[in-house]
């Protein structure tokens, strides 16, 4: 058990936050099977959502690999921002085809939340850089690109990629292959 509150903050991030970050991702793909987005909103709204996944995922693969320093925590604050305007498209895409329930509505709450709070967990993790990259820090700004000088266990990088790509890239990846046949599905039906 962890008694330094840094390895208990790194602890917390990476089974609490990280875990309840996968299943929210799971729970708002089981709101799109419900809402039978292939037969709605169709492929352009899953495209948003595998969009959004890159967002965020690209940021996760910095942290898990990459010394994190002001050059990472600055991707990692500006791909927050983008994911932020990108849910605010995928949503404003979604109601104009399609019901989006007060239920996926609370998910998408914390499919919001949940990447705010891991950013600001990493950057209170590596104050000193975050600082630095504010200019009130007493380090200099630290922008090179290296990897990391502590990995994380090797056991959790792996099991972090492959919930990954169980829980995040299948279910989404079916998702759009879905949204695709049920275009073509309904050209069909048209031509027809």
């Known amino acids: 058990m962890p008694t330094d509150l840094s390895q208990l903050s790194e602890q917390y991030l990476m089974y609490f936050i990280v875990p309840l970050w996968l299943a929210a991702g799971v729970a708002d793909w089981v709101m799109h099977r419900r809402a039978g987005i292939e037969h709605n909103s169709g492929p352009k709204e899953s495209m948003i959502h595998l969009?959004?996944?890159?967002?965020?995922?690209?940021?996760?693969?910095?942290?898990?690999?990459?010394?994190?320093?002001?050059?990472?925590?600055?991707?990692?604050?500006?791909?927050?921002f983008v994911h932020e305007a990108t849910a605010m498209w995928d949503v404003s895409y979604a109601v104009t085809r399609r019901v989006v329930t007060p239920l996926e509505q609370h998910i998408h709450s914390f499919l919001e939340m949940l990447p705010l709070?891991?950013?600001?967990?990493?950057?209170?993790?590596?104050?000193?850089?975050?600082?630095?990259?504010?200019?009130?820090?007493?380090?200099?700004?630290?922008?090179?690109?290296?990897?990391?000088e502590s990995p994380l266990p090797r056991h959790y990088v792996v099991w972090l990629m492959v919930a990954i790509v169980l829980f995040e890239l299948l279910p989404y990846g079916e998702e759009f292959l879905r949204t695709l046949r049920g275009r073509y599905q309904r050209k069909v039906q048209r031509t027809a």
Not at 119 to 134: D, E, R
Request: charged fraction near 10%; hydrophobic fraction near 70%; avoid cysteine.
């Open 117 to 148: 709070m891991a950013v600001s967990m990493v950057a209170l993790l590596h104050w000193p850089q975050f600082t630095a990259l504010l200019g009130i820090g007493p380090e200099a700004a630290d922008f090179s690109l290296r990897w990391k």
């Open 51 to 80: 969009l959004m996944l890159a967002e965020m995922g690209l940021p996760v693969l910095a942290a898990l690999f990459l010394q994190v320093n002001a050059l990472v925590l600055l991707f990692m604050i500006a791909a927050f």
